[in-house]
C-alpha cells in the first residue's frame, strides 16, 4: 500500500481545519474600534488534552511548523524597514514567560482580553492595530480550538503592509493550528 506521508504524519491528515465565522462569545471585534478584517479557523480540541486556553496558546506556538517560523522571522527582517514594530528577538515570539492578565505586555504583544475560555493579544501601530484571539469554544460534546485575527488599518501603508501578508496569514494559521491538534 503506497502512504504519501511518513507513518508519524498520518494522523495530521484527520485533523481539519475549519474556515468559520467568528463565534458569537468571542470579545475580539469589542478590542477595536473599527474592524476592517476578521477571520477565524477552528479545529477539534484532542481528546485527552487540557482545555485550557493558555494550554492551547502553549501548544500553538511550541508546535508550530518549522516553515511558518521561518517565514516570519523573514517578514520580521522586511518589515522593519518600513517602520512595523516587531519582535526584538525569537524568545519574544514565543509564551514561555507572558503573564495572560489584561494589560500585561509580554515581548511584541499585549494581553487586552481575557476570560475563562479567550484571551485576545495583539498590539497598536502607527499603520495598523491587529488583535488575535485564543479561545477554547465548548459545545456539549466537543471543544473546539479557535484562532481568530482581526485587524483595523490606519493608512494606506497598514493596507499595504497586509496585503502581502494576508495570503501568508491565510495559510500560516490553519498549518500551525492542524499542528497544535496532533495527539500528544
Given amino acids: ?9 498520518l494522523h495530521l491528515q484527520k485533523i481539519k481545519v475549519e474556515e468559520i465565522n467568528l463565534p458569537k462569545e468571542s470579545v475580539i471585534k469589542g478590542s477595536l ?30 508546535s508550530a511548523p ?6 516570519t522571522e523573514v517578514r520580521n527582517k522586511v518589515v522593519r524597514y518600513f517602520g512595523i514594530k516587531v519582535p526584538e528577538s525569537h524568545s519574544q515570539m514565543t509564551p ?11 515581548g511584541f504583544f499585549r494581553v487586552y482580553e481575557r476570560n475563562d475560555n479567550e484571551i485576545v493579544v495583539g498590539d497598536n501601530d502607527k499603520h495598523l492595530n491587529f488583535r488575535i484571539s485564543f479561545m477554547i469554544d465548548r459545545e456539549e460534546s466537543r471543544a473546539w480550538a479557535v484562532v481568530s485575527t482581526a485587524v483595523q488599518f490606519h493608512n494606506w501603508l497598514g493596507r499595504a503592509y497586509f496585503l502581502p501578508v494576508r495570503p501568508f496569514h491565510r495559510l500560516m494559521v490553519p498549518a500551525m493550528l492542524k499542528s497544535a491538534g496532533k495527539k500528544a
Avoid at 1 to 9: R, S
Fill in 96 to 106: 514561555y514567560d507572558f503573564d495572560f492578565s489584561p494589560g500585561n505586555q509580554g
Fill in 66 to 71: 518549522t516553515w511558518t517560523t521561518a517565514l
Fill in 1 to 9: 500500500m503506497f502512504i504519501p506521508y511518513p507513518k508519524e504524519y
Fill in 33 to 62: 474600534a473599527t474592524v476592517d478584517y476578521i477571520d477565524s479557523y477552528r479545529i477539534p480540541w484532542p481528546e485527552g488534552l487540557e482545555q485550557d486556553v493558555v494550554a492551547l496558546i502553549h501548544r500553538l506556538f511550541t
